[in-house]
């Protein structure tokens, strides 16, 4: 660890995985909810628990990305942080606000949440993603008003690199789209329309640009590859991502009652979304091909790899697959979407943040890898997690393709509840799935903890 302010990253990482945890746990709830329909009712209804799913993987991704930001831009800047002290009174606010707003999810309905937190005079609420609170989305803003103010100055007075400044166009891009939560029409249309401006323009616009950015710097760390290089590669990734990303959104605007000439715009854009995936995928291991030094930290090239490779089939095949109109006609709101959405998110962002922790971790305490002991239990926490969100996905894509044919296509379609007896047996194999993605996830919290001859600091 080059600067002292890095350190302010740790506790964004170890919240983030906490979170993580979390977020797995009500994720195997709902799936056995799926099946077993009365689990935990009425404790943990199946809407509150998707609510705390969602909100959580949100939650814990955004601290991801500012402990990523923390550590990463000191260095990229030359310069410490402008206000460590501001980053950790920040971290705890978020902290705190985001445990409240859990509690009030468990605590009590919906309804009497929205009611005793002012929901009346700005309301914001009831949307999928965008349950939260209007408090808490307001405390969401103040946070990240705070985090830019803090990073945008440490990197205007330090030096200025094309991963600090991708990334800050990331985090500014996800910033202001979020203000879209704030606008609630009461025309459905329009709502669904500004709400996907949140909700797609994040996970496939900005975040991909604070995607390509951690994975460049990780790049950079552990190959020693040249800059220039790396940085041509981040422009290129970049410059796909927007162009397809933001007129892809149109794909969203099928069938809402928007124009139909969305069906073309939204199906020629979004098909080509894969490929700023594809060539992530490429710049991963062509960086790693062409390394200058073999660094000690395995576990976090592993990681780099499998980020690229995982957020090409899961955001780029597994979209691809129902994104065109005439199979998205059939496809839309089945299981199919789920799988899609699992290995897109495991892919893309959850694997680019344990991706970061896995190498910052290390230096933050004091050495350039952890013990070959811990990074083989790390490794086998990576392996049975992406195994595992592979299965998870074949298994809903299954299930998915099932409900089409049983629900939408045959000659005699079926009701809903009935085809969801149907395909009881794929969500049964999804939860075991679920179960080995969590002692993967284990292993790898585990492998922190895991003592050995320690790597010196490189």
Known sequence: MQYQSQAVAKPYFIAALGLFVAQVLFGLIMGLQYVVGDFLFPHIPFNVARMVHTNALI???????????????????????????????????????????????????????????????????????????????????????????????????????????????????????????????????????????????????????????????????????????????????????????????????????????????????????????????????????RRRREHPNKAATLWALGTGVMAFLGAGVWGFLHTLAPVNYYTHGTQVTAAHGHMAFYGAYVMVVLTIISYAMPQMRGRAANSNASQVVEMWGFWLMTVAMVFITLFLTGAGILQVWLQRVSATPSPFMVVQEQVALFYWMREWAGVVFLAGLLAYLASFFVKGRENAVA
């Open 59 to 289: 939650v814990w991704l955004l601290m991801g990305f500012m402990g990523a930001t923390y550590y990463l831009v000191p260095e990229e800047s030359e310069s410490e942080l402008h206000s460590p002290k501001l980053a950790l009174a920040l971290f705890w606010i978020f902290l705190v606000a985001a445990a409240l707003t859990v509690v009030g999810y468990l605590a009590v309905p919906y309804a009497t949440l929205a009611q005793i937190t002012g929901n009346d005079l700005l309301p914001t609420m009831g949307r999928e993603f965008l349950e939260q609170p209007t408090i808490t989305k307001v405390g969401i803003v103040v946070v990240a008003l705070g985090f830019l103010y803090n990073i945008t100055l440490t990197v205007l007075k330090g030096r200025k690199t094309a991963i600090s400044s991708v990334l800050l166009l990331g985090l500014w891009g996800l910033a202001l789209f979020f203000l879209f939560s704030f606008y609630n029409p009461h025309n459905l249309v329009k709502d669904k329309f500004y709400w996907w401006f949140v909700v797609h323009l994040w996970v496939e616009g900005v975040w991909e640009l604070i995607l390509a950015a951690i994975l460049g710097f990780v790049l950079i760390k552990i190959t020693g590859v040249d800059r220039e290089v790396i940085d041509k590669w981040i422009y290129v990734i970049i410059t796909l991502a927007l162009v397809t990303g933001i007129i892809g959104t149109g794909h969203h605007f099928y069938w809402i009652g928007t124009p139909e000439f969305w069906q073309l715009w939204g199906g020629v854009f979004s098909a080509l979304e894969p490929v700023p995936f594809f060539a992530m995928t490429l710049f991963a291991f062509n960086m790693v091909n």
